[in-house]
């Protein structure tokens, strides 16, 4: 069973970790007034509405209402209990919180079981890397390298190294240094062979390209063949430390660049992004072997604003950066798309052409998502053929009406009315109708609807009654004198929202436990995670320094108001009823205490 982290040290902790410096390893935020905005992590969006209160040290998304102080930050982006995100923060802290946790020493296991995995492939990459740059061994696949226009500089950069033809030195190589065959075969360096059991190297005379994770350890490898094996590149296989579903190539040296410049280049595979590296592309990533997924995306989200995506410019580079293109723009990331000319990928281009033309001509003349599409959806059709250019024509319409900006539309629809020498007014109608008739589709199809995000708490947009009783919990949040003054002036009455009035209870439970207010400490305090929310919401809100007696009277008459007004709605109903069963004397009788409902407002 979990002990439980001692009250001091969550509050040690708290007070030892700035949460605008942690969040700020996840979201770019920029300074606005007092506070810092970017981004949300929990939700895709094109402006920022996430909020970060250095003063209160709590954090607030008015698009999808997310909110609380780092502990919650934490347990929300990575999925981990209060005790493991506790335990990661003290870590940061250098604090010792004195404790054993199942989960921590499980993880602590797993690393600890793990560590030989990671050692192993650093010492490899070392040793790869010695070999390509000051063996004779390594000397042909140093000069095929620097044929193909890699520079010393981006050889040792990306620690690139070569791996000898041999069919068992690594494996030698390991175990003298300790290295036990069948954890080595677990990680993806060594095979067993089947028929006696005895072990085999996996990379044999390739040059070596180590992958890295996150913090810029070295977690798999993918070779490079240099003779005439019939695998061009061999990669090491999915291990305890190396998930290519999660891992983007160079993001560890690209990370700083990228959120200097809030970009990033998507590329293919990592030969494209040591080529754009050469060419001074140096935010470029790209995934390993496998499409983008969400994991991808995720890390992509935290550290950039918008992606250019430079794919091959064949069939199969084409679709896989327009499911990528989707994918990153429904994440709430800005895109362009930049086209590769002549079946040319990226490498090949920057060796012919050389590195400023492809700065300058092609991740500088990149295309926007819309300019993109339009390519997209003309392939493989004869625009002379009627058919093929009218349903060609249908589709970039109904792409144009997904678009958010007027101005965009306009720009599009002329774009596509010059080409084909077509009237606006009849694009612009054939686009009203495509909108009428998906408005119609949804609304008459049944079934399965999308989840909407959760929808921010917009004071403005909400009743008086529910704005006073807000105002009123910021106060007493603030002010322990006023929250009792607001008790006692309630005379037993409770908020009308049973949301504000959980709120009300838990604090009154904290000021009888605690001397002095701490918000970080009472949204610990709060269990329900919707609560913790919602005062993190109430907290980012403006409030005159002093609660003055007409205003808050004013929030008190707000509250008891419309709780008569629910009476009188109560009692409206009753008497329908009464005249309905012509019981005329109770319908009287309600309407006596209905006038005097309203003489009280």
């Known amino acids: 069973m979990a002990e439980r982290i001692p009250e001091e040290k969550v509050n040690q902790i708290r007070q030892s970790v700035d949460i605008v410096d942690f969040v700020g390893e996840y979201v770019q935020l920029k300074k606005q007034g007092r506070n810092y905005f970017g981004l949300c992590p ?147 360096l060594i095979i067993k062979r089947e028929k006696d059991g005895t072990y085999f190297d996996r990379f044999r005379n390739r040059i070596m390209f180590p992958l890295f994770d996150q913090n810029g350890k070295p977690i798999a490898f993918s070779g490079r063949t240099l003779g005439g094996e019939d695998v061009k590149y061999l990669n090491s296989p999915e291990t305890p430390i190396f998930n290519k579903s999660k891992v983007l190539y160079n993001f560890h040296l690209a990370k700083p660049v990228i959120r200097r410049q809030h970009h990033a280049v998507l590329f293919e595979g990592f030969a494209d992004t040591i080529a754009a590296y050469r060419a001074g592309v140096e935010n470029g990533l790209a995934t390993m072997g496998t499409s983008l997924t969400q994991e991808h995306i995720s890390l992509i989200r935290r550290n950039a604003q918008f992606v250019t995506i430079c794919y091959d410019s064949d069939n199969a580079g ?27 990928d990226p490498d090949d281009y920057i060796r012919k052409h050389g590195g400023e033309k492809f700065k300058n001509e092609i991740i500088g003349s990149s295309l926007t998502l819309m300019s993109f599409k339009f390519h997209y959806y003309r392939r493989g059709k004869n625009l002379q053929n009627e058919g093929d250019r009218l349903a060609y024509i249908e589709k970039i319409v109904s792409e144009i009406s997904g ?52 929808p921010a708490v917009t004071s403005a947009l909400k009743p008086a009654h529910y704005n006073a009783e807000r105002r009123m919990i910021a106060h007493m949040l603030r002010d322990r004198e006023n929250a009792y003054k607001i008790q006692e002036m309630l005379k037993g009455k409770t908020f009308n929202h049973d949301e504000h009035q959980a709120i009300i209870t838990y604090l009154f439970g904290y000021y009888e436990e605690k001397e002095q207010f701490d918000l970080g400490e009472f949204l610990n305090y709060i269990k329900d995670e919707k609560l913790r ?65 309203q003489k009280s407002l």
């Open 403 to 454: 678009l958010q900006k007027a101005v965009e539309k306009d720009h599009y629809l002329r774009q596509l009315a010059a080409e084909f020498s077509l009237s606006l007014e009849a694009l612009k109608q054939q686009m009203a109708e495509n909108a009428q008739t998906k408005g119609i589709r949804q609304e008459g199809k049944p079934g399965k609807r999308e989840l909407p995000l959760i």
């Open 318 to 344: 084409i679709e896989a950066a327009f499911r990528a293109a989707g994918m990153l723009k429904e994440a709430g990331i800005e895109i362009r798309v930049a086209l590769m000319p002549d079946s040319l």
């Open 42 to 188: 929990f939700h895709g969006e094109n402006s920022p509405s996430f909020s970060v209160s250095p003063d209160k040290q709590i954090y607030y998304c008015f698009g999808c209402g997310a909110g609380g102080n780092v502990f919650s930050f934490l347990m929300d982006l990575e999925g981990m209990p209060f005790v493991e995100a506790a335990a990661k923060l003290a870590d940061r802290a250098g604090i010792d919180l004195g404790i054993t946790h199942a989960s921590t020493e499980a993880e602590s296991a797993r690393q600890a079981g793990f560590q030989p995995f990671f050692e192993a492939h650093e010492l490899l990459t070392k040793f790869y890397h010695h070999l390509l740059v000051n063996t004779k061994e390594g000397q042909e696949a140093l000069e095929y390298l620097l044929s193909r226009g890699f520079t010393r500089e981006a050889i040792d950069t990306f620690q690139i190294g070569y791996a000898l033809d041999s069919w068992d030195f690594v494996t030698g190589f390991l175990q003298k240094r300790g290295f036990k065959a069948e954890e080595m075969e677990k990680a993806g």
């Open 533 to 597: 929310r919602m005062v993190a919401d109430i907290e980012m809100m403006t409030l005159n320094e002093e609660l003055g007696e007409q205003e808050l009277n004013d929030y008190i008459h707000q509250v008891l108001k419309y709780q008569k007004l629910l009476k009188i709605k109560e009692k409206r109903n009753l008497q329908k009823e009464a005249d309905a069963q012509k019981d005329y004397r109770k319908a009287m009788e309600l309407g006596k205490e209905i006038i005097e409902l």
